[in-house]
C-alpha cells in the first residue's frame, strides 16, 4: 500500500482531451489513466497504450474447458458408466461436441471475466479510489502520476493550458483495499507526507 | 482530391478476356462432348455442372446486397467507403438471374429427371415420398416461384442501387438526409423480409435439396446461405484489397478490412455450426431416411471432397483468421478470400453432385472450365459496373463516420 500524488484535471470535450493527451505526453508526464463516461474510440492508441493480452488468456481458459469436458466425458461414458445409446460407440466424439462447446465457451467466457476484473482490480468488497464522480457522469479525467522530480505547480498550469476546466491534486492509494472507503480514506490523506518529499 | 473514377485496367481486361475463353472453349466442348452425348451420365454431368456454377455465382452475387441491406437496416456507417464495391457486385445478379433461369428451363423442360428426380412422372405416380411432395415439388410451381423470386431481387436490389447514386448528385443535408435514410431503410426493409422468405427458406429447398428428392433439412436453407454469404464477403475483401493495390479507395483503411475479416470470420464458423447441426442430428437419430443424404458424402465417393470441403471452410479459417493481426493483413485476408471463395465452391458441388450424376463423378476439364467461364463473366459485369459509378458516394450522410472509423 503506497499512497502516491496525483494531478488531476477534468476535461468536458473530446476534441480538447485529444490534443491535451498529446501534449502532456510530449511534455514527459506520466498519464497513470484518461476516465471517460462511455469507451472513447482511439484513445488507447493516443494514450500508447499496449495490445491486451486478455484474448490470449481466453484461449488457454478455452482450451482448458474443452480438454476438462473432453476428458470427463470420455471417462465416464467409456470408463465409468458404460451404456448402449441406440448402438452408438461407446467413443463417439460427434455426440460430445455441443458439451465440449458448451464448456469452452463457458470456461473462456467465465475465466476471462474474472481476469479482466482482476486487471482493472474490480472485486466485490473491494475499495477503490475515485479521482472525479463526475467521470461516470460528464467529464472527461485525466490523472497524471507524480514522481520525485515532477514540479506539481507546473504540470497544473500545464493541463489548466491544456484546456481542463478544473485542475487539482489528490493523495490517494490506485491499487485496492478491503474495508469501507469513507472510514479509511482519512487515514490515508493523513499519512500523504509520507511521498511528498 | 481522391480518386473517384475506376477505369478499368488493361491487366483486369486481359485476366477477364482470357478467363472467358478458356470458359467458352470449356462449355463448347462440353456442349459437344457431354450435352449431345448418348450417355445420360455425360449429359447429366453437363447440365449439374452449369446448374452448380449458375446457382452459386447468383447465390453469392445476391448475398453482397443483401450485405448492403443488412449495414443499411443496422443504421451502419462503416462500410460507407467501399460500398460502391458490393454494389458493383451485386449488378451482376440480372446476369446470372437470366443464365439460372435458362439453365432451369433446359433442365425442366428436358426432363433431366436424374438432376431432379420429381420430374420422372412415373416415380411420382408411384413414390410415397415424391407423392407427398408433388404440390411443392413440380415444374408448375417451381417456374412461378423462380420467376417471382428473381425478378423482386433485381428489381428491389436496382432500386436501392439508385438510392446510393443519389449520394453523388449533391448535398444531402437536415430534413432530406433523415427522408434519405428513412427511404433506404424501407427498401432494405423489404429486400431482407423477401430475402428471409426466398434464400433464407424455400428456394435452396426448390432449386438445390430437391436434387436429393426424397431427403429433407429444414436446416439446409441457411446453411446455403452461409455458404453464399461467407462466398459473397469473400468477393467484397478481393476487390477491396485489389482496389486499393490501384491506389483506389484511399479512405478505405485497415480499420476496413478488419471489420471484412471479422464478417468472414464469424459467418465461417456460423456456416460450420449449421453444417454440424445438420450432419449431427441426422447422424445420431440414424434413419435411413434420412441418412441416405450423407451415407454417399461421409462413407461413398465424395467421402475427400466432404472432409476437404469442412477443413477449407471451417479448419482454415478459424486457425488463421482468429488473431487480429490477421485480419488486418491485406496478404492473409487475400489469401484467405480466394481459399474460401473456391471451398464454398467446392460445398455448392457437393450439394449439387451426389444427388445428380452419383458415383460417376469428376473434378476434371469441364468442372474447372465452368468456374473460369463463370468467374469471366463475375469479372467482365462487376468492372463495367465499377467504372460506371463514382466509387466513394461523396455526399452519403454517414460517409464522415466512415472515414474517422476505428476498431
Known amino acids: 500500500m503506497t499512497i502516491k500524488k496525483f494531478v488531476v484535471g477534468s476535461f468536458d470535450d473530446e476534441d480538447v ?69 441406440g448402438g452408438k460407440p461407446h467413443f463417439s466424439l460427434l455426440a460430445w461436441i455441443p458439451i465440449m462447446f458448451e464448456l469452452t465457451v463457458l470456461f473462456s467466457g467465465v475465466g476471462m471475466t474474472l481476469t479482466f476484473c482482476y486487471l482493472c482490480q474490480l472485486a466485490p468488497f473491494v475499495k477503490k479510489h475515485h479521482f472525479s464522480p463526475r467521470a461516470t457522469d460528464d467529464l472527461f479525467v485525466m490523472v497524471i502520476e507524480c514522481t520525485p522530480h515532477t514540479d506539481i505547480r507546473e504540470a497544473e498550469s500545464f493541463l489548466a493550458a491544456a484546456g481542463a476546466k478544473d485542475v487539482n491534486v489528490q493523495n490517494a492509494e490506485v491499487g485496492w483495499w478491503f474495508g469501507r472507503y469513507d472510514m479509511d480514506r482519512k487515514l490515508f490523506d493523513q499519512n500523504a507526507e509520507v511521498v511528498t518529499a | 482530391m481522391i480518386r473517384q473514377q475506376f477505369e478499368i ?32 451420365h455425360d449429359q447429366t454431368r453437363f447440365w449439374a455442372g452449369l446448374l452448380q456454377n449458375s446457382l452459386y455465382f447468383l447465390l453469392i452475387c445476391n448475398a453482397c446486397m443483401f450485405f448492403i441491406c443488412i449495414n443499411i437496416l443496422g443504421q451502419s456507417s462503416w462500410q460507407t467507403t467501399f460500398r460502391r464495391i458490393p454494389e458493383a457486385i451485386a449488378a451482376v445478379v440480372p446476369v ?35 407423392n407427398w411432395k408433388k404440390g411443392f415439388l413440380n415444374p408448375t410451381f417451381f417456374f412461378v416461384w423462380t420467376v417471382i423470386t428473381l425478378t423482386v431481387w433485381v428489381v428491389v436490389g436496382k432500386k436501392i442501387k439508385q438510392l446510393s447514386l443519389r449520394a ?30 426466398t434464400t433464407g427458406s424455400t428456394i435452396p429447398w426448390l432449386w438445390l435439396m430437391s436434387i436429393d428428392a426424397h431427403w429433407y433439412s429444414t436446416m439446409y436453407s441457411w446453411y446455403t446461405f452461409m455458404s453464399s454469404f461467407v462466398g459473397g464477403l469473400t468477393l467484397i475483401a478481393l476487390l477491396v484489397v485489389y482496389l486499393k493495390n490501384l491506389g483506389y479507395l484511399e479512405h478505405t483503411t485497415r480499420e476496413q478490412l478488419h471489420d471484412i475479416g471479422k464478417y468472414i470470420f464469424a459467418f465461417s464458423i456460423f456456416w460450420a455450426y449449421l453444417w454440424f447441426s445438420q450432419f449431427m442430428l441426422i447422424w445420431y437419430a440414424n434413419i435411413p431416411e434420412e441418412t441416405v443424404y450423407f451415407k454417399p458424402r461421409v462413407q461413398g465417393a465424395y467421402n475427400a471432397i466432404f472432409w476437404i470441403n469442412f477443413i477449407v471452410n471451417f479448419i482454415a479459417p478459424i486457425l488463421i483468421l482468429m488473431t487480429r493481426g490477421s485480419k488486418r493483413n491485406y496478404a492473409i485476408i487475400t489469401f484467405m478470400s480466394i481459399l474460401l471463395f473456391l471451398g464454398h465452391w467446392l460445398d455448392f458441388y457437393q450439394m449439387v453432385m451426389p444427388g445428380a450424376v452419383g458415383d460417376h463423378y469428376s473434378l476434371g476439364w469441364y468442372e474447372w472450365g465452368m468456374l473460369a467461364l463463370f468467374v469471366g463473366i463475375l469479372m467482365f459485369f462487376t468492372g463495367r459496373a465499377l467504372a460506371k459509378a463514382p466509387l466513394v458516394p461523396i455526399y452519403h450522410p454517414y460517409l464522415k463516420e466512415s472515414l474517422i472509423h476505428h476498431t
Open chain 1, 17 to 85: 482531451l485529444f490534443p491535451a493527451v498529446r501534449n502532456v505526453r510530449k511534455a514527459g508526464y506520466k498519464i497513470q489513466d484518461v476516465y471517460t463516461p462511455f469507451p472513447v474510440h482511439g484513445l488507447d492508441k493516443e494514450l500508447g497504450m499496449r495490445e491486451t493480452r486478455l484474448h490470449t488468456a481466453g484461449f488457454i481458459y478455452a482450451l482448458c474447458g474443452l480438454i476438462t469436458a473432453l476428458g470427463f466425458i470420455s471417462w465416464i461414458l467409456t470408463m465409468d458408466w458404460v451404456q448402449n445409446y
Open chain 2, 9 to 40: 485496367p488493361a491487366k483486369y481486361k486481359k485476366w477477364t478476356y482470357g478467363l472467358l475463353a478458356v470458359g467458352l472453349v470449356a462449355f463448347l466442348a462440353g456442349v459437344f462432348v457431354l450435352g449431345f452425348s448418348k450417355d445420360e
Open chain 2, 96 to 130: 446470372f438471374a437470366i443464365v439460372s433461369l435458362i439453365v432451369f428451363i433446359a433442365i425442366v423442360m428436358g426432363h433431366q429427371h436424374h438432376i431432379y428426380h420429381w420430374l420422372d412422372k412415373d416415380a411420382v405416380a408411384t413414390d410415397k415420398i415424391l
Open chain 2, 168 to 197: 453523388d448528385a449533391g448535398e444531402i443535408t437536415g430534413e432530406e438526409a433523415r427522408k434519405y435514410i428513412f427511404s433506404n431503410t424501407v427498401w432494405a426493409g423489404i429486400f431482407v423480409v423477401f430475402f428471409a422468405l
